[in-house]
C-alpha cells in the first residue's frame, strides 16, 4: 500500500526510547517472568478488554491505563476469591478489602462504557419451549 509522500514511514521495530511495556514486549515492568500465572492471566483480562473495544489500535492511551488497572483489580479479586473458597476463617477485613477493591472496579468498568444489557422480554412460546427443555 503507498503511502502519500508527507507521511514519515511507520516504524514497526521496537524502539530502544521506549519502554518495554509501551514496546508492547512486557506487560509489567520489572516482571522477571513473563510466563508467570499472573502475568499470563493479566494478558488475557487485557486482550478480553482491548477486543471488546475494536482492538489495540481503537483505544485511547488513558482506555489502555484503564484496561490494565482493569485486570490488576480483577486478578486480586480472583485471589480473593480463592482465599474464600479455601479458607472458611477468612475475617471480615479481608470481605471489607474485597468489596472496596470490587466497587473500584466497578467504577473503572463504568469509565470504560460498561452497560447493562437488557434482557429481551420473553415470549409464550420461548417460555414454552425452555419449559418442554428443562423437563426433557
Not at 503507498?2 to 530502544?16: G, K, L, T
Not at 506487560?27 to 487485557?46: C, F, N, Q
Not at 479458607?87 to 462504557?113: H, I, W
Request: cysteine-free.
Amino acid at each position: 500500500m503507498d503511502r502519500p509522500p508527507d507521511q514519515p514511514p511507520v516504524a514497526y521495530a521496537p524502539s530502544p526510547q521506549r519502554s518495554q511495556i509501551a514496546n508492547g514486549s512486557a506487560t509489567l515492568l520489572g516482571a522477571k517472568d513473563e510466563r508467570s500465572v499472573y502475568v499470563r492471566r493479566m494478558k488475557e483480562i487485557i486482550a478480553e478488554h482491548l477486543a471488546d473495544r475494536g482492538g489495540l489500535d481503537a483505544v485511547s492511551a488513558a482506555e489502555k491505563s484503564t484496561i490494565r488497572r482493569v485486570a490488576v483489580l480483577t486478578i486480586e479479586l480472583e485471589k480473593l476469591e480463592t482465599r474464600f473458597a479455601e479458607d472458611p476463617t477468612v475475617g471480615e477485613r479481608t470481605l471489607d478489602l474485597y468489596s472496596r477493591t470490587a466497587g473500584n472496579l466497578g467504577r473503572l468498568l463504568e469509565r470504560l462504557g460498561m452497560k447493562r444489557r437488557e434482557k429481551p422480554p420473553q415470549t409464550i412460546k420461548g417460555y414454552l419451549a425452555a419449559k418442554k427443555g428443562a423437563s426433557a
